[in-house]
């Protein structure tokens, strides 16, 4: 929940505080501010320590030209789980105008991609701090940096995952740290902004109009989403009631309308297998980008306009990866990795709605995909490192840690799981994974121990082998499926 504000500083004890900020500077120069991290073994200066957020309130201005930077003020609620001198967020490609904490100016330098802060005082351990930040967001893509803001044809949206949300806004940039977002965009007449989670407002003024989202849930940075077009945004309801809100070009909304109508279907096909739909909203905003992905932003999943309009794109092809988004509002998006290498359980479980729509929706059998992902599966593990322990990636790389072995490498895994425990045990598990650990992070030694509880026998065997190991184990109930010959493989489409 957002944090209560500190009360306001008395005036003769404010200007004390702000001379002896001077100080608290001069004494910090002693020790040069440095990037910090949280450790995590793929990305290790994500995040930062000694402090929780609890909300961001984020606010953009928006000029109606997408090469130029965005005006912008980040608002930061936390909780300090440790005595701080210096407060490190996750910052890059931006310029600081100024800096507050609790409402009193405070020093800033840069480290590496972090925005260091010194306080005027020090802050004490378990209490709560606010951290606002006057800055620009630019939209053009730092060299050799994919992500953050994403240049459509009539404007911008986000794509911020797995690193990059902190190339749009200062935040401590890390799926551990969840938090509830209030986001404001201000954009001229003609332009139309929408943002994860419900409208809270809309104000008219000479500057255009100023709109608001609230979350009602917590959400990780790399799951944020604004859009910024010449839009429309189409209204219909999904099962429950559930308000469903798609955002597509204006001109193009006729054309695409088809393709919006079968989101509440499957909304409902995907309750049947793993329980209600955990967020308060839902929709597809189709973009005007050349992106090369689709992301399931939370509530908000962005596509390239693209894939409902090439023909080159089966049907059945294009619902399965509309499912594929919308599953992970349950898988990665509620129910978040703890750390990036927890990514396969996000992505097989995706991949495996997407296969299994496939298979009862359009007749593409999930056991002849399974099977040419388990003849591919040795060389995914040699390439990219097993499903649960993918190796870091390659500077400046797009594909990034978004590798076949946590795709279809991961649902073959999901797959072996189903054969060793059962169809009913199986499903048991996932409806119990997205039940237990809403609105939270989980870890893959926690859905390890739920599906040994959920199957009655230690399975900890199982998982080292299919999760850790360099060769892909026998497959249970298979034991014909073996590995494919490099030069026969069969490629599995993606």
Request: glycine share 8%.
């Amino acid at each position: 929940m957002p944090l209560t504000p500190r009360p306001r500083v008395p005036r003769r004890i404010r200007a004390a505080l702000l001379g002896s900020a001077v100080a608290v500077c001069l004494l910090a120069a002693s020790a040069p501010p440095a990037p910090l991290g949280i450790g995590d073994r793929l990305f290790p200066y994500l995040g930062n320590p000694g402090y929780d957020v609890s909300s961001y309130d984020l606010d953009f201005t928006y000029s109606g030209d997408n090469g130029k930077p965005l005006q912008a003020v980040t608002t930061i609620d936390a909780r300090t789980t440790r005595d701080l001198d210096r407060v490190n967020l996750d910052f890059a490609h931006g310029t600081v105008d100024s800096v507050e904490v609790d409402g009193l100016p405070a020093a800033f330098a840069e480290a590496g991609e972090d925005l260091v802060i010194t306080p005027a005082t020090p802050l004490p351990g378990h209490s709560r701090m606010r951290i606002t930040v006057h800055h620009t967001s630019d939209p053009v893509p730092a060299k050799g940096r994919d992500g953050g803001w994403v240049r459509t044809a009539d404007g911008l949206a986000m794509a911020n995952q797995a690193d990059v949300a902190h190339l749009v806004f200062p935040c401590n940039d890390h799926p551990s740290d969840k938090a509830m977002f209030t986001i404001r965009v201000t954009a001229p007449d003609g332009y139309t902004a929408v943002a994860n989670g419900l409208p809270a407002g809309a104000h008219r003024d000479a500057r255009g109009t100023t709109w608001t989202y609230r979350t009602r849930h917590p959400m990780a940075t790399e799951l944020t989403q604004v859009s910024i077009g010449r839009s429309a945004v189409l209204h219909r309801d999904g099962p429950h009631g559930l308000p469903v809100r798609d955002v597509v070009p204006t001109r193009d909304r006729d054309e695409l309308e088809p393709w919006l109508a079968k989101t509440p279907g499957q909304i409902a096909w995907m309750e049947s297998k793993v329980g209600p739909y955990p967020f308060e909203t839902y929709g597809v905003l189709m973009a005007s980008a050349a992106t090369g992905f689709e992301l399931e932003t939370q509530t908000l999943s962005l596509f390239e306009k693209d894939l409902f309009t090439d023909p080159a794109y089966p049907k059945w092809y294009v619902e399965s990866i509309m499912v594929h988004e919308l599953s992970h509002q349950w898988f990665g998006d509620s129910v978040s990795p703890r750390v990036w290498s927890d990514l396969w359980l996000n992505e097989g479980h995706a991949t495996w709605y997407e296969a299994l729509y496939a298979e009862e929706k359009a007749g593409e059998p999930m056991e002849a995909r399974m099977k040419a992902a388990y003849g591919v599966s040795d060389r995914w593990r040699a390439s990219g490192g097993p499903p649960a322990l993918p190796k870091p990636p390659e500077p400046g790389q797009k594909i990034g840690i978004f590798r076949a072995n946590v795709y279809d490498g991961a649902a073959l895994v999901l797959y072996a799981l189903r054969q060793e425990i059962g169809r009913p045990a199986f499903e048991r598990l996932e409806r119990a994974w997205v039940r237990v650990h809403r609105d939270g992070t989980a870890t893959t030694a926690d859905f390890e121990r739920l599906a040994s509880q959920i199957a009655g026998r230690d399975l900890s065997g199982f998982f080292k082998a299919w999760l850790y190991g360099e060769r892909t184990p026998p497959m249970p109930g298979h034991p014909d499926w073996k590995p494919t010959p490099a030069q026969t493989a069969r490629t599995v489409k993606k």
